[in-house]
């Protein structure tokens, strides 16, 4: 990386903050086409629309692991964006450590769940992604009482280069991500980063907008120096810009105040998303539409959604304000009953752990 700059005071995150130009190496140049339309940080910190970064090389099937790994032909792995096509997810389906939960609050749930119907609502869910051509794969039990298990996206996040294991910041959560990186390995997806001592972080706080941009939120799940490490990572892998955003307090993670729902295109609760980030996404060429109902977007999560392919998302049914304005804006709005599973305080999007998505 050629520059580097002091983040904003206002995150509340010191790591550098990234703004370089990016190249691709000498064995995978000969695959880099540009494209119109995209953009490019220059050298000076500028914008140009006319430009644009260099496309990460696609990752291989028959990836490299650690030492010690050995894997069959590997799973098709690595995420660009927040909104390309959707390829293959790792979901964990609710399982009898749900039916142990005596005190939802001390599980940090909101209210109890209904097992049988949790279930049949994750099948659905399941189901629908198969339905679009998406491969689920599935992790499996972890020792102990990890109740929150089906929340896969906040155990690790997936980066260009491979995924990057949490390292919860509540003991109640503490282990979840070894199951995400045993069914990882399994895979053949390699991890690249684990992280542990006092440096916290959760998948659900990383978004990597495009190869240009990457934004990390730091709250009560994702701590600076967990950040830290993360972006310095991010900045490594060739992600062009990586933002820190400082949460607000009742935003639990990232994905709770914003979601990519196409290549320009993002839906913000009105109330969460700091200024940095929106400026962040706005000198990317970003649209942001703030959610309509703040009803919709807090207790009825109705940010928290997957994208399935740009302009193509999967949303909590019975969010008609949410949907309507996504509509408006050009967006297919596709829904799924999941208000069992939310009683667990996370949505579609906490629940559904990226495997691969296809480069925009």
């Known amino acids: 990386?050629?520059?580097?700059?002091?983040?904003?005071?206002?995150?509340?995150?010191?790591?550098?903050?990234?703004?370089?130009?990016?190249?691709?190496?000498?064995?995978?140049?000969?695959?880099?086409?540009?494209?119109?339309?995209?953009i490019l940080i220059s050298k000076s910190g500028r914008v140009s629309p006319a430009a644009r970064i260099p496309e990460l090389p696609m990752p291989v099937e028959s990836a490299v692991l650690p030492s010690g790994q050995s894997a069959k032909k590997?799973?098709?792995?690595?995420?660009?964006?927040?909104?390309?096509?959707?390829?293959?997810?790792?979901?964990?389906?609710?399982?009898?450590e749900i039916e142990s939960v005596?005190?939802?609050?001390?599980?940090?749930?909101?209210?109890?769940?209904?097992?049988?119907?949790?279930?049949?609502?994750?099948?659905?869910?399941?189901?629908?992604?198969?339905?679009?051509?998406?491969?689920?794969?599935?992790?499996?039990?972890?020792?102990?009482?990890?109740?929150?298990?089906?929340?896969?996206?906040d155990t690790f996040s997936m980066t260009p280069r491979g995924a990057i294991l949490s390292h919860p910041a509540t003991a109640s959560r503490a282990g979840e991500e070894k199951v995400a990186g045993a069914a990882l390995r399994e895979l053949g997806v390699p991890v690249i980063l684990s992280l542990?001592?006092?440096?916290?972080?959760?998948?659900?706080?990383?978004?990597?907008?495009?190869?240009?941009?990457?934004?990390?939120?730091?709250?009560?799940r994702t701590n600076p120096a967990g950040a830290a490490r993360v972006g310095a990572l991010?900045?490594?892998?060739?992600?062009?810009?990586?933002?820190?955003?400082?949460?607000?307090?009742?935003?639990?993670?990232?994905?709770?105040?914003l979601s990519?729902?196409?290549?320009?295109?993002?839906?913000?609760?009105?109330?969460?998303?700091?200024?940095?980030?929106s400026r962040a996404l706005r000198r990317h060429g970003f649209e942001i539409l703030p959610a309509?109902?703040?009803?919709?977007?807090?207790?009825?999560?109705s940010i928290n959604l997957v994208a399935l392919e740009p302009g193509v998302v999967l949303?909590?049914?019975?969010?008609?304000?949410?949907?309507?304005?996504?509509?408006q804006a050009g967006v297919v709005c596709l829904e799924v009953e999941v208000g069992e599973l939310m009683k667990g305080a996370g949505g579609i999007h906490c629940m559904t752990g990226i495997i691969h998505r296809s480069p925009i």
């Not at 005071?9 to 990234?18: A, E, Q, T, V, Y």
């Not at 998406?134 to 990890?146: C, D, P, S, T």
């Not at 006092?198 to 190869?211: H, K, P, S, W």
């Not at 490594?236 to 709770?256: F, K, N």
């Open 1 to 38: 990386m050629r520059r580097f700059r002091a983040a904003t005071k206002r995150s509340g995150c010191r790591f550098p903050r990234i703004v370089a130009r990016t190249a691709p190496c000498a064995r995978t140049a000969s695959r880099v086409r540009p494209e119109r339309g995209a």
């Open 74 to 96: 590997a799973t098709p792995w690595g995420v660009w964006s927040e909104c390309g096509a959707l390829r293959s997810v790792l979901l964990h389906r609710p399982g009898s």
């Open 102 to 153: 005596t005190d939802a609050r001390a599980a940090l749930w909101n209210e109890p769940l209904d097992p049988l119907r949790a279930r049949e609502q994750h099948d659905r869910l399941a189901a629908i992604y198969r339905s679009h051509g998406v491969v689920v794969h599935y992790a499996g039990q972890a020792e102990g009482l990890r109740p929150n298990l089906y929340f896969m996206r």
């Open 196 to 220: 542990d001592g006092g440096a916290t972080f959760e998948g659900a706080d990383l978004m990597i907008v495009n190869a240009g941009l990457a934004l990390i939120g730091c709250g009560g």
């Open 234 to 257: 991010l900045a490594g892998s060739g992600i062009g810009e990586v933002v820190p955003v400082r949460l607000t307090p009742d935003c639990l993670h990232l994905d709770c105040a």
């Open 260 to 277: 990519v729902v196409s290549r320009r295109l993002a839906l913000a609760h009105p109330d969460r998303l700091p200024a940095d980030c």
């Open 292 to 301: 309509p109902s703040r009803e919709e977007a807090g207790e009825g999560m």
């Open 315 to 327: 949303m909590p049914a019975g969010r008609p304000a949410t949907r309507r304005i996504l509509e």
